[in-house]
């Protein structure tokens, strides 16, 4: 193969061949930046709603989009508290804000500060004498001035979470990534240490002015992580410029973040596994920056991929030589400095010197994405080898599990709010109506097509849907009627998706005895509902597999958020205060839970328990089935009771399987078929044991078999 006298170019091309057929092309990457940035919006919108002032961001292999589906990359979000201001002079102060000087002096590491707390009335120190009582969780008392720890937040967790220095991880079921949270605050000074990066000029004329002026104004972030070597481990707060590296980032060329994403599959398949992970994706992320600054910008081509990628392999070796790797915006900052052991220095160097010497021989090796395999059926070595799939079942498998997560972003955060509603009903209704109200204003604030704009357009239908159906509830309950104020929000929430918000209108409807118009709402959902295409999407806990239809693969491909409406179908959910709005059959689930129950839940993850709640398909044939019962259209009835069963049995992506099989068990008793009826409220609780309305339904048909003197199951 290295015989050829245009070997770099050949193999370069081929390469580059093969990463855009994994997805590794500007259309793919766009994809994945905008996936994660609409979550972001969504994130700090929410935030926003529930009244806290924090801004999120998402970072990380995500949402640089410099990742494949085989690198399985984590994310870190960063919770930023506007309460907070970290100042670097006096003048910076705020009155009325949690003040926090940051300082930088002989004791704290390179790209590492103090932040001393300052009152919030004056521009003064906080005295120390007020901590003569010893230290607080938050705050200390060091060189005469009060600092605030790195430690405060690190027993702040959710159950199933992991406490990981100053993140709280929480690991990804199948489709999702992990993430790392991690609180931080924020600085809108440029670091001093930073200084000097926005003058130094190198080869490559990279970064340009205009990135470098961006890149100030983002400030900086400081999180709650202390250096290896540091003097100071409880006090000590890292500079973060993760705002301004995204930038630099998002303005890399296709064959510069291809060359990246090579370094991370080198390092995961040949060097971490032998050498305890000392390596991270941020180091090939700086020492891609430091060659793109010192080489020629027109070196970055397609047709000198390779070439560039031994450049950056090169650097790298040289850093661990030197035990030595500059952070690229505060170059005082070695990232290496007290990681790499002599025995994994003397193995890097040897992995690294192998791997430079093969000349891209040993990208064969490589299994991730079966790059290797690719890599070598593009350049027809040896024989004919079958890989997984195409590039095309690639880029909609992509497609599909980015959209699935936005939607299941969409589905946590209507849960999220839901759940902060009050006790009170009346209450509900004036807290929902503040959510829209304050949607509506952030919507219109924001500028013209803007991302933050599609966010808010993602969140508002499903709130909607809850608002009229909290106010028909309550109609029905004094008037027994709809009011038009109800019907008006319950049409702004009908396109959230393809069938959630009709099914709310439509479940009201039957309930206030309106079966002409329920029928109506449930046949136009059910023409909607496309079976080849439309996914299930519940956000109340994470689905064991995840199974795509080709058709909503499809249509993710060629689309993006817009789709949403088009091929998702959220689960319906019912808070206590809409029962009127809800048959008597679901109306259980609102009490599935017995107080010992309730000392074992998760009273986060668990919040939607006190509520209805039920995938939108088997509500569709459910609701048909007692429509078509009331409207005494017997055929119509028994083809939904059928299609509820095949539903139930076929669909492989119900979240609340459970809650499907209670409905069918009651349809079944309404049929006088008793037995088949207790053997799905069996099936129900063999799904989940306890909080689950299946038990008093088990109790209560016993008792009516016992009186009817009807033999139960064997």
Known sequence: MSRDPDYYQTVSLKLSEVLNDIGVNERMILKRRRSVL?????????????????????????????????????????????????????????????????????????????????????????????????????????????????????????????INGPATSWQGGPGFADEDRVPAYHCKSWPVDAQPWLVRQGIGRWPTEDMKRY??????????????????????????????????????????????????????????????????????????????????????????????????????????????????????????????????????????????????????????????????MKINMGETIQYNATPGQIY?????????????????????????????????????????????????????????????????????????????????????????????????????????????????????????RAEFVLRNTEEKYDLNTVEPVCGCYDYPVYYPRQGFMHKCNTGNDEVIKHITAFCVRFLRCEICCVPKELQYEMFRSTQTNRLERDEIKDCWMDWAVVDSLPYLYFLQYKTYRALQRVADQQCALANLVTTIETEQNLGHRETALILLGQCMEQENQHIDALRCYLKSRNICTRNNAANVHICRLLYVLFNMQIPALN
């Open 215 to 376: 890149c100030e104004t983002t400030g900086c972030l400081v999180v709650p992580v202390s250096s290896k070597n540091g003097q100071n481990e409880e006090l000590e707060w890292r500079i973060s410029t993760s705002q301004a590296e995204r930038c630099l980032v998002f303005n890399l060329n296709i064959t510069q973040l291809r060359c990246y994403i090579l370094m991370k599959m080198i390092l995961k398949t040949f060097i971490n596994p032998q050498c305890d992970g000392v390596l991270s994706s941020f180091m090939c992320k700086t020492v891609l920056f430091h060659c793109i600054q010192n080489t020629h910008s027109n070196n970055w081509q397609q047709s000198n991929l390779l070439a560039c990628l031994m450049c950056c392999l090169t650097v790298l070796q040289n850093f661990v030589r030197q035990e030595n790797c500059s952070h690229f915006i505060i170059p005082k900052n070695n990232l290496m400095s007290g990681r790499i052991s002599p025995l994994n220095k003397l193995r890097i160097h040897e992995k690294l010197q192998n791997i430079l010497q093969s000349k891209g021989r040993v990208l064969l090796e490589i299994p991730t994405d079966d790059l290797g395999t690719r890599l070598q």
């Open 396 to 516: 909609a498998e992509i497609s599909s599990l980015l959209l699935y997560n936005i939607t299941n972003g969409i589905s946590n955060k209507h849960k999220r709010l839901l759940k902060s509603m009050p006790d009170r009903n009346e209450m509900v209704y004036e807290r929902l109506s503040d959510f829209t109200l304050t949607l509506t204003r952030m919507y219109r604030a924001m500028g013209f097509n803007s991302l933050e704009k599609s966010a808010l357009k993602l969140l508002a239908p499903l709130l909607s849907s809850s608002l009229g159906s909290v106010i028909a509830s309550h109609n029905i309950y004094t008037t027994h009627s709809i009011s038009p104020e109800a019907l008006s929000w319950f049409s702004v929430g009908l396109n959230s998706d393809v069938a959630s918000g009709r099914l709310k209108l439509a479940s009201a409807l039957y309930c206030v005895g309106d079966m002409e």
């Open 38 to 162: 609409l979550k972001e919006s969504m994130l700090t919108s929410t935030q926003r709603l529930l009244g806290e002032n924090t801004s999120c961001f998402h970072f990380g292999s995500q949402s640089e989009g410099s990742t494949t589906t085989g690198l399985h990359s984590d994310h870190d979000i960063l919770y930023c508290s506007s309460k907070f201001n970290v100042i670097l002079d006096w003048s910076e102060w705020q009155p009325g804000r949690y003040n926090l000087l940051m300082i930088q002096d002989e004791t704290t590491s390179p790209g590492y500060c103090l932040l001393q707390q300052l009152r919030d009335d004056e521009p003064l120190p906080i005295p120390t004498a007020l901590f003569d009582h010893g230290p607080s969780r938050y705050l200390t008392v060091s060189r005469g001035k009060v600092l605030v720890k790195n430690t405060a937040y690190r027993d702040i967790a959710n159950e199933g979470d992991v």
